[in-house]
């Protein structure tokens, strides 16, 4: 928190704070910093979605529920700054592994592979 930028300076019920608390094991810290921080995070999240295809069918509301949860899952988290640098890049990888995943499925990912041999010795059209 800065004093000689008040742009910098975060209210009471700041987001370093809360992190702080509920990194002390508070879990009601967790309840007062999701509707605080979840505009903030819609807004980085329709920011990625500018650089996708307009048919994407990932939403970013599931883009920011999806962070959020690895988020709450994973390590501590210090401050403000490393909160929303450690969500942008958990969206980044929530991305990718959704395009993975569909990659997967167009090319045949949970089809059970059939070796040459067998499929040459099977019954077809003569």
């Known amino acids: ?22 990194s002390g094991g508070d879990r ?5 910093l999701m509707p605080i921080v979840h505009r903030e995070l819609r807004r980085l999240a329709q920011s990625y979605f500018r650089d996708e295809r ?3 069918t990932l939403q970013a509301t599931a883009l920011v529920n999806e962070a959020f949860l690895r988020l709450v899952q994973g390590g501590a988290i210090e401050n403000r700054a490393h909160f929303f640098a450690v969500a942008a890049r958990a969206m980044r990888q929530i991305l990718i592994d959704h395009a993975r995943q569909k990659r997967a499925a167009k090319r ?3 089809d059970v ?5 067998e ?3 099977s019954p077809g059209p003569d």
């Open 108 to 110: 045949g990912g949970g």
């Open 1 to 22: 928190m800065s004093r000689d930028n008040p742009a910098m300076a975060e209210p009471p019920g700041d987001v370093t704070g809360l992190l702080e608390r509920w």
């Open 119 to 121: 499929a040459k010795g």
């Open 28 to 32: 009601s810290a967790l309840d007062e």
């Open 113 to 117: 592979a059939v070796p040459f041999d």
């Open 54 to 56: 307009s048919d994407h």
